[in-house]
């Protein structure tokens, strides 16, 4: 059977007749060093899933990461979070994906930072923080019965952990950015459910005059607010000490 190493760059490696948009793809151009951690980091991946040393290879993954450019330093908190996973650190691993979820946001890549979130809230279903920041990469996606249904569990954990007034306040300002009449109703159901009737009638006002005065014109605009209000509310949830 042939290294795994070969195996990998033949998967990555461009051929001829390769499009020119998979060619500079950043796989197809990150260089020989930038490939070289890259395989270093699978090498420690299975090291460590295999029984080999996790702190060690968890030191490493940061390391990597430190020098990783922007776009590409997510793969490796989500590695380390698999490494921990599989070692049974479930905490650690819980950190490790919300450092990749924050990473990718920065860098501005709502869909890899979907399906880690998705990891996340199947690993820790009452991971609210994730929670709202997958509802807001769907309103940032315009997927609205997805974004629907993010609200629903959103609403349900918020409610378990007593955490309704955070999670008005949340839900009151992704309707006042959106303007899909779909979202807006189920928002205003939410927050009647959280126990925020005051919000709520403010909602329905929008609904009946239009929308609100607030939301933005166009998509690409939604997009920018949606995904800055993610960061914003992210970032504040883990101030106040939400683990996911």
């Keep these: 059977m042939a290294p795994l190493s070969i195996v990998l760059m033949g998967a990555i490696a461009p051929k001829a007749g390769t499009p020119h948009f998979l060619r500079s793809s950043p796989f197809c151009t990150m260089g020989a060093p930038l490939i070289n951690r890259w395989f270093e980091s699978i090498r420690l991946f299975f090291t460590v899933t295999a029984g080999g040393g996790l702190e060690k290879a968890l030191k490493d993954l940061e390391t990597q990461a430190k020098q990783a450019s922007p776009g590409t330093r997510w793969v490796l908190f989500n590695r380390a979070g698999d490494a921990s996973l599989r070692a049974g650190d479930r905490l650690r691993a819980l950190r490790y994906f919300g450092?990749?979820?924050?990473?990718?946001?920065?860098?501005?890549?709502?869909?890899?930072?979907?399906?880690?979130?998705?990891?996340?809230?199947?690993?820790?279903?009452?991971?609210?923080r994730?929670?709202?920041?997958?509802?807001?990469?769907?309103?940032?996606?315009?997927?609205?019965?997805?974004a629907l249904e993010s609200l629903g569990e959103y609403v349900k954990v918020a409610q378990e952990g007593q955490k309704e007034k955070?999670?008005?306040?949340?839900?009151?300002?992704?309707?006042r950015l959106v303007s899909d009449e779909q979202f807006r109703d189920g928002a205003a159901m939410a927050l009647e459910e959280l126990g925020c009737p005051v919000d709520a009638d403010v909602v329905k006002g929008w609904r009946e005059s239009g929308g609100s005065p607030d939301a933005p014109e166009n998509a690409e605009e939604l997009y920018r607010l949606c995904m800055k209000a993610a960061i914003g509310s992210n970032e504040k949830m883990k101030a106040k000490g939400a683990l996911a």
Excluded: F, Y
Aim: hydrophobic share 45%; glycine share 2%; net charge negative.
């Design 99 to 128: 450092r990749a979820i924050d990473t990718l946001l920065e860098d501005d890549q709502p869909e890899p930072a979907r399906a880690v979130a998705k990891k996340v809230i199947r690993l820790h279903p009452e991971a609210i």
């Design 166 to 175: 955070m999670a008005c306040g949340h839900i009151r300002e992704m309707a």
């Design 130 to 146: 994730t929670l709202c920041t997958l509802t807001w990469l769907d309103l940032a996606s315009q997927k609205t019965d997805l």
